[in-house]
């Protein structure tokens, strides 16, 4: 009975944690759908679809992006499959830099213009989910 009933609470833990994961992740999606709509009008998009674990925790995402906001999204995504931290804190306020170097200012750029670009548009509560 006890061990049955500690089970089934690892499993919620769990479930909770993957449901923030694909939350933050649609977020960062969003987020980075927006940057490149608007500031790489000129480059080639292409819907974002992979495989493997990154791909599960995007499989309800549909975003078109360029080449290098693909690149971008798929880091994030990937940091924040492995971010050992649970829950979470605010990338801002989180004491691991994790991002490696080039990822983090133009992840920083893009929370910058999108949380602004929402934010214009009476979505605060999108904005507020500007979780870096
Ligand atoms: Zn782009």
Do not use: W
């Amino acid at each position: 009975m006890i061990g049955c009933s500690s089970n089934s609470r690892v499993k919620r833990n769990r479930s909770r944690t993957e449901k923030s994961i694909e939350k933050d992740i649609e977020t960062l999606a969003r987020f980075i759908q927006i940057f490149c709509a608007s500031n790489h009008s000129d480059k080639v998009k292409s819907l974002v679809q992979v495989k493997g674990k990154t791909g599960e925790f995007l499989k309800h995402v549909s975003v078109s992006l360029c080449a290098d906001c693909r690149r971008l999204l798929l880091h994030g995504a990937g940091k924040r499959i492995t971010c050992p931290l649970d829950p979470k804190p605010r990338c801002k306020r989180c004491p691991t830099y994790c991002y490696r170097d080039g990822y983090r200012e133009r992840i920083r750029e893009v929370m910058r213009f999108s949380g602004a670009y929402l934010m214009r548009r009476g979505r605060v509560d999108l904005a507020i989910k500007y979780f870096f």
